[in-house]
């Protein structure tokens, strides 16, 4: 069986930690197809149009961590209000200030997690994009993404 390049460069990224800075990627659900688009200071799950807003690039940060910065603006996937455990909290793009916030896993079942706490997990939910946690569980909202390059 032959590997698609979608995964071989996700399994490149992962294995060897990092990223190439000038490629780029898209986070889709694997459910609704949605993405993540930072065209503003929230995230927000729209459908894909190739703009600039939904590429994403990944840069490992430590073994296993790191950080989503938005091709638009340069800003990275942000835990809004910081690593406050427990909370649901909305995702944000927001300028780079190297916080716990500001890392996740990327996980081999399509779950990104908050470095904050490996039980806070990304989730899009009617057009939002959010972390939800222990206090807060993901509820019906999408949870498993696929990274996909650009074209």
């Known amino acids: ?3 698609s390049p979608v995964i071989l460069f ?3 990224c992962i ?3 990092y990223c190439l800075a000038d490629d ?3 986070i889709q659900s694997k459910t609704s197809g949605m993405v993540l688009d930072g065209n ?3 995230v927000r799950a729209r459908l894909a149009d190739g703009s600039i807003g939904q590429k994403w690039n990944l840069t490992s940060t430590k073994i296993g ?6 091709a638009r603006n340069g800003h990275v996937l942000d835990v809004q209000h910081g690593c406050k455990l ?7 793009v927001y300028k780079n200030h190297f916080g716990r916030n500001q ?3 990327i996980n081999s079942d399509g779950t990104i997690v908050s470095s904050c706490d490996n039980n806070e997990i990304i989730e899009m939910k009617d057009g939002k994009v959010e972390v939800c946690g222990k206090e807060e569980p993901c509820s019906s909202g999408d949870v498993f993404f696929k990274i996909l390059e650009t074209k």
């Open 10 to 12: 996700f399994i490149i």
């Open 65 to 70: 961590r790191f950080i989503i910065t938005n």
């Open 24 to 26: 780029y990627v898209i």
């Open 1 to 3: 069986m032959a590997t």
């Open 103 to 105: 890392e996740f896993y």
């Open 86 to 92: 427990g909370n649901t909290s909305n995702v944000i």
């Open 15 to 17: 294995s060897s930690m």
């Open 40 to 42: 503003h200071y929230y």
